[in-house]
């Protein structure tokens, strides 16, 4: 019997021999008036490991009970790529009504920043974690206006494990009025993302 043992959440890590992402090295030496043993755990982590609490046992015959210290491991690793709720390419909106546009991201050690950006420039940064989830998200929450249809909206999330940030990105269709003077029996009409003009 091992003088010191390793455990994952409960599980002696010697019943999971044939994970290689664990492997264990044990030394003992005996001298005159006292016995040593000593040993680390070498683990690859895996994103499953963030959150795992890993103890190590030791005991000795000379002793009526085990010696036990526990560490929980933080694994370090990126956020799912974003995705963007609340409108679907190729609807059609109208110029003057509100529009919330959802952005959400599912996991990442350390929680990730979610940005919005309109047309490269940032316009949000008020991002969240979602109660009860693993995810973070942002809501954009804004009036469409004619120049949103030749605008795109993007989202980029990223955290302390992502080298370049993650990005999802949206274009609108804006259904606009775009109001012109009359001029010898000329008038304006109003189409989808532009104005055609005809003779009366």
Same mark, same amino acid.
């Given at each position: ?19 290689? *992402? ?34 190590? @046992? ?11 210290? /526990?560490? #929980? ?13 609340? +409108? ?6 109208? *110029? ?20 919005? +950006? ?7 940064? #008020? ?5 009860? /989830? ?6 954009? #929450? ?19 494990? #992502?080298? /370049? ?10 259904? +606009? ?6 001029? /010898?029996?000329?008038?304006?009409? *109003? ?8 003779? @009366?």
């Amino acid at each position: 019997m091992d003088p010191i043992d390793y455990i994952r959440d409960g599980v002696d890590l010697k019943s999971l021999s044939d994970v290689p *992402a664990y492997s264990v090295h044990n030394e003992e030496k005996e001298g005159k008036s006292r016995f040593i043993a000593s040993s680390y755990l070498k683990i690859r982590p895996l994103v499953q490991d963030d959150g795992a609490k890993f103890a190590c @046992e030791a005991f000795h015959k000379a002793l009526d009970h085990r010696m036990r210290n /526990e560490v #929980t491991l933080s694994v370090l690793h990126p956020p799912g790529p974003p995705r963007i709720e609340g +409108y679907e390419e190729g609807n059609i909106v109208k *110029a003057g009504e509100a529009l919330t546009l959802l952005c959400i991201s599912e996991g990442g050690n350390p929680p990730p920043q979610l940005i919005w +950006y309109r047309s490269n420039v940032q316009i949000d940064s #008020t991002y969240y974690q979602i109660l009860g /989830e693993t995810a973070t998200a942002n809501n954009l #929450t804004f009036i469409v206006s004619a120049a949103d249809n030749t605008g795109s909206y993007h989202c980029k999330t990223s955290n302390a494990a #992502t080298k /370049e940030p993650l990005t999802a990105s949206i274009k609108l269709s804006v259904y +606009y009025k775009l109001l012109i003077p009359r001029h /010898e029996g000329w008038k304006s009409q *109003a189409q989808h993302g532009r104005t055609s003009s005809k003779s @009366e």
